[in-house]
């Protein structure tokens, strides 16, 4: 266990919908990141938060967003899904900003669109 | 851009025995991180080892160990006496030290382990 907690496990929806994943990072870990891993893609950095704010943003789509709250959880939200959304997504923490200590991954939450 | 490659989608071995996971990496940049991440069906993304760039001695944890040759841009990892347990997808990932600090992963390499 690696003290990242991700919810849902899994999540089956349709088109066009409009979906929130959540993330718990290991306790006083300051930093969450959130990738997707598709079978077409592969692994791809979607955006970090450190501390409440967005530090780093990498090929996430204007339909994502996210947000780290005061108590450090994360939620990525995702809207207007398509079928091509599906993918397996990762929320990992650090205890810094700079990924300098080691980066924990959650289990990860399955995205079905259908 | 950085990016990783491991050419080898899928590699078998025998349990007791030694394999060796290939991964190449390009970069312009001199100082960095190198990882291999294992993926088992649990799907859980689990840190096996990790190497700086800056270190010339290879990093190594219990069974597992890796031939960083900075000048080829090579970074493979060996798995020793492998077990059944080892099973899963081996990802090789690559972060900078500075900048912009997210982590790029290959395409990963599938390990099948017989008995």
């Known amino acids: 266990d690696s003290g990242v907690t991700q919810t849902p496990k899994h999540l089956i929806t349709a088109t066009g919908q409009r979906v929130t994943l959540r993330c718990s990072p290991r306790?006083?870990?300051?930093?969450v990141y959130w990738y997707q891993q598709s079978l077409d893609q592969g692994l791809q950095f979607l955006i970090q938060y450190y501390n409440g704010e967005e530090r780093a943003k990498g090929n996430i789509l204007e339909r994502f967003s996210a947000q780290q709250f005061p108590d450090l959880h994360s939620e990525l939200n995702l809207s207007s899904l398509e079928l091509g959304d599906s993918a397996l997504y990762f929320c990992a923490s650090s205890a810094d900003g700079d990924m300098n200590t080691e980066a924990f991954f959650g289990q990860g939450t399955r995205l079905t669109v259908v | 851009a950085q990016t990783v490659t491991q050419s080898q989608p899928e590699m078998s071995v025998q349990e007791a025995e030694t394999v060796t996971l290939s991964c190449t990496y390009d970069t312009s940049e001199s100082d960095y991180y190198l990882f291999w991440y294992k993926q088992p069906p649990s799907r859980q993304m689990i840190l096996v080892i990790r190497q700086e760039a800056y270190k010339q001695q290879n990093a190594t944890e219990n069974r597992f160990s890796v031939n960083f040759q900075k000048a080829a841009k090579s970074f493979s990892l060996k798995i020793s006496d492998s077990q059944l347990g080892d099973a899963a997808m081996y990802f090789c990932a690559y972060r900078s030290r500075t900048g912009f600090q997210k982590l790029v992963f290959g395409t990963g390499t599938r390990l099948l382990v017989s008995p």
């Open positions: 306790s006083g870990d300051l930093s």
